[in-house]
Nanobody
Framework: QVQLVESGGGLVQPGGSLSLSCAAS????????MAWYRQPPGKQRELAAH???????NYADSVKGRFTISRDGAKNTVYLQMNSLKPEDTAVYYC?????????????WGQGTQVTVSS
């Protein structure tokens, strides 16, 4: 009942920047956590960054200092600003949201957006 729609993926040269956004819509009571995961070709999905409802953030060591996650609670939207991109950042990036219902929480995933870093 909750949809996550991602945008902003594409092709960028090494050292460049790219910004991703993900908007949640549907039957939402409270979004506890929003996050960005990524899955490079041939590798397992990994957490890139996440942000809680109180704006606490966490980053993978591989992206710390280069990526910034933020959220707009009123719009139920999460953003990922990616700077100083490297070829190893190439991956499908997935938006994630943990949404609270009456008594339980549910996890939702976006469809994924391709980010390619190449010269």
């Amino acid at each position: 009942q909750v949809q996550l729609v991602e945008s902003g993926g594409g092709l960028v040269q090494p050292g460049g920047s790219l910004s991703l956004s993900c908007a949640a819509s549907g039957s939402i009571t409270t979004i506890n956590v929003m996050a960005w995961y990524r899955q490079p070709p041939g590798k397992q999905r990994e957490l890139a960054a996440h942000i809680t409802s109180d704006t606490m953030t966490n980053y993978a060591d591989s992206v710390k200092g280069r990526f910034t996650i933020s959220r707009d609670g009123a719009k139920n939207t999460v953003y990922l600003q990616m700077n100083s991109l490297k070829p190893e950042d190439t991956a499908v990036y997935y938006c994630y949201a943990e949404v609270s219902a009456v008594t339980t929480a549910y996890a939702y995933w976006g469809q994924g957006t391709q980010v390619t870093v190449s010269s």
